[in-house]
């Protein structure tokens, strides 16, 4: 069953002199309706801050309910939260999304050469050279950890 999802405006935050939309997008994930909220400053161009918290519900009216049953606080608190969270370390992250890469080719070198659809020689050739190039970004990792950015 294919299920739209939705992201209306739930409320308004206002947090150290700037003022937050608060919208909550509701999807189903094939069990339930699931709510996340998303705190956007109004300059932004994007759906803005979610928040890692889930807001369930049996239908998208219940979900939504649940965002709209928030206080003030909760709503700062989890701002405050989405804040923690966002990702920092853009570096690091781009290093570790190519080490998973490299390891994804490596198996599926690994699973073609099983099924006859690379040669033996041919796919240790790559095999070597994919593990030499998981090896340089192993080595360059120090250099992201802790940096921001």
């Known amino acids: 069953m294919a299920d739209e999802t939705i992201q209306p405006h739930i409320t ?41 918290g889930a807001l369930p519900g ?26 923690a969270e966002k990702r920092r370390f853009i570096g690091l992250r ?8 490299k390891i994804r080719y490596l198996n599926q070198v690994a699973i073609s050469m099983r099924a006859g659809m690379l040669d033996s020689e041919g796919a240790a050739a790559e095999i070597d050279l994919t593990e030499s190039q998981l090896h340089e970004i ?11 950015g």
């Open 12 to 52: 308004t935050l206002d947090y150290d002199g700037r003022c937050f939309n608060v919208s909550c997008r509701v999807a189903f994930d094939g069990i339930e309706y699931v709510g996340r909220l998303y705190f956007a400053d109004e300059s932004w161009d994007d759906a803005g801050l979610p928040d890692r």
């Open 94 to 101: 781009k290093a570790t999304d190519e080490i998973l890469g």
């Open 58 to 83: 049996r239908t998208r009216e219940e979900a939504l309910a649940m965002a709209r049953r928030l206080t003030p606080q909760d709503m700062l608190l989890r701002y405050r939260r989405a804040l």
């Open 138 to 148: 192993i080595e360059r990792l120090r250099a992201f950890a802790g940096h921001e």
